[in-house]
């Protein structure tokens, strides 16, 4: 069993910055792929970024490309986001996610086998 919990959500103004944290416990943390996503009133889960084993590998959503920063600390069990030049339409709920049975990165939210209980991210205008 994984647990994962996020933290670091809150209230911002358009071009704010957050961070993101997601501690993780249970199993070996260096062996879960890591992903976050995100949840918008009325719409799908969708996926935001994710971080290979080692953390040398990261994939983003095009939305959030050059924006976002994806890492992990695996001696702290833990995984962040940064999120820089924030926009009124990256308001939503944020999850972190941890995939046990891949090696690699993927964005659809099935392949992922633990979630977090996601923190929320509002972004004013």
């Known amino acids: 069993q994984v647990q994962l919990v996020e933290s670091g959500g809150g209230l911002v103004q358009a071009g704010g910055s957050l961070r993101l944290s997601c501690a993780a416990s249970?199993?070996?943390?260096?062996?879960?792929?890591m992903g976050w996503f995100r949840q918008a009133p009325g719409k799908e889960r969708e996926f935001v970024a994710g971080i290979s084993r080692g953390g040398g590998t990261t994939v983003y959503a095009d939305s959030v490309k050059g924006r976002f920063t994806m890492s992990r600390d695996n001696g702290k069990n833990t995984v962040y986001l940064q999120m820089n030049s924030l926009k009124p339409e990256d308001t939503a709920v944020y999850y972190c996610?941890?995939?046990?049975?891949?090696?690699?990165?993927?964005?659809?939210?099935?392949?992922?086998?633990?979630w977090g209980q996601g923190t929320q991210v509002t972004v004013s205008s």
């Open positions: 996610a941890a995939r046990l049975t891949g090696l690699f990165i993927t964005t659809t939210t099935t392949t992922y086998d633990y």
């Open positions: 249970g199993r070996t943390f260096s062996n879960y792929v």
